[in-house]
């Protein structure tokens, strides 16, 4: 007798791994490889957080009503095309279920989030990347690598693990120079770290066009990543798809009534925007002055590059600062590190592992 068999394609998969957490010997680690919120979740969001341990026997609200109402005033949407999920992530998968399968091709550029193929693979879909240039998305290269088979195409903006972006102008580019029947998924998790006028996360395209998803996630500056929260804008037809897929108690009432309150805790966003502005260029300029190369940033982490061979005694030599960073061979970037953006004593120390690393190399 044989055992059963996956679907072609998913023992093609290797296992999405997240950023290291701890250090072997070390209690407390300055954990800077997840890109997490340097100042935690939003006061008004923990306490609604343990306000529902009463109610832990109840299902939470399916469809999210509080949530989406919120979501919609915060940013003035359209609260029926609102979908909410357990992350992003889980959004982004059902996207590629429900449009791509057996036969049909996933595009991202080649420094794109590892989420895009796996859930492409998952599907029997066929992942294709296009180049960057200079690690940033370039439209007339993905736009190159366009099929008759293509269905989706997703492009974070920021980029991670770059952090680079490119502005509004270029993102309606691509969708006008696309089919009509591609959906373009715009991946925009870091977007409120973004303060530049020439930006869009993408509301306006997912509001005007019938092709359009923009995704949106509580992870990063919001500081919940253990809630698992996202949420998505789509065109009416698409958010119905999405409702007629996902599971339907999908978002727990934790996660429900703390993105509620962070939406409403309006200063402690602002502080937390604040303090990415203040020391995210803080460490780009002290990291550069070690002589070391940092691609410009647009979110809450930087990409550092080292000369080959040297991320592992860089790694070493910030554990022993007790920081934790992110490789990202994975990503087809052997000689970087992407270091999230701490509190000031955890960015300090990252300059002194630094500090410590070109010294041993010099």
Not at 15 to 41: F, I, T
Not at 173 to 191: E, F, N, Q, T, V
Not at 263 to 269: G, K, M, S, Y
Request: net charge negative; glycine share 8%.
């Amino acid at each position: 007798m044989t055992a059963p068999l996956p679907r072609p394609g998913i023992l093609d998969i290797k296992p999405y791994q997240g950023g290291r957490s701890k250090l072997d010997g070390v209690a407390h680690v300055a954990k800077l490889s997840s890109n997490e919120g340097a100042l935690g979740a939003s006061p008004r969001a923990k306490a609604a957080y343990q306000a529902i341990a009463a109610e832990l026997h109840r299902y939470p609200d399916g469809g999210c009503e509080a949530l989406r109402a919120a979501l919609a005033k915060r940013f003035g949407l359209d609260a029926s095309r609102v979908v909410c999920g357990a992350g992003s992530d889980e959004l982004i998968g059902l996207l590629v279920h429900a449009y791509a399968g057996p036969g049909d091709e996933v595009l991202y550029p080649e420094y794109g989030f590892a989420m895009y193929p796996l859930y492409a693979r998952a599907n029997g879909a066929t992942p294709v990347t296009a180049p960057e240039t200079d690690l940033t998305v370039d439209v007339d290269a993905i736009l190159s690598k366009v099929t008759d088979k293509t269905r989706i195409v997703f492009v974070a903006n920021p980029s991670n693990p770059t952090g680079t972006m490119i502005p509004a102008s270029e993102i309606e580019r691509l969708r006008k120079g696309l089919r009509p029947d591609i959906i373009l998924a715009i991946d925009s998790a870091y977007s409120e770290f973004v303060t530049r006028n020439d930006y869009s996360p993408g509301t306006e395209l997912a509001e005007s066009t019938d092709n359009t998803v923009m995704f949106r996630t509580f992870s990063k500056i919001f500081g919940m990543g253990a809630l698992r929260l996202g949420w998505c804008y789509a065109p009416a037809a698409i958010a119905d798809v999405f409702n007629r897929i996902r599971s339907p108690f999908n978002v727990s009432a934790a996660a429900q009534a703390a993105g509620v309150a962070a939406l409403e805790d309006t200063a402690f966003f602002e502080l937390c925007l604040a303090h990415n502005q203040m020391w995210r260029p803080w460490l780009a300029e002290n990291i550069e002055a070690l002589g070391l190369k940092v691609t410009p940033s647009f979110a809450n982490f930087l990409l550092v590059h080292f000369p080959a061979g040297d991320v592992p005694k860089a790694e070493a030599a910030l554990a022993r600062q007790a920081v934790i960073v992110r490789q990202v061979a994975s990503y087809g970037l052997p000689n970087a590190l992407r270091i999230s953006v701490g509190t000031e004593d955890e960015n300090r120390r990252v300059i002194a592992g630094l500090t410590e690393y070109k010294e041993g190399a010099a």
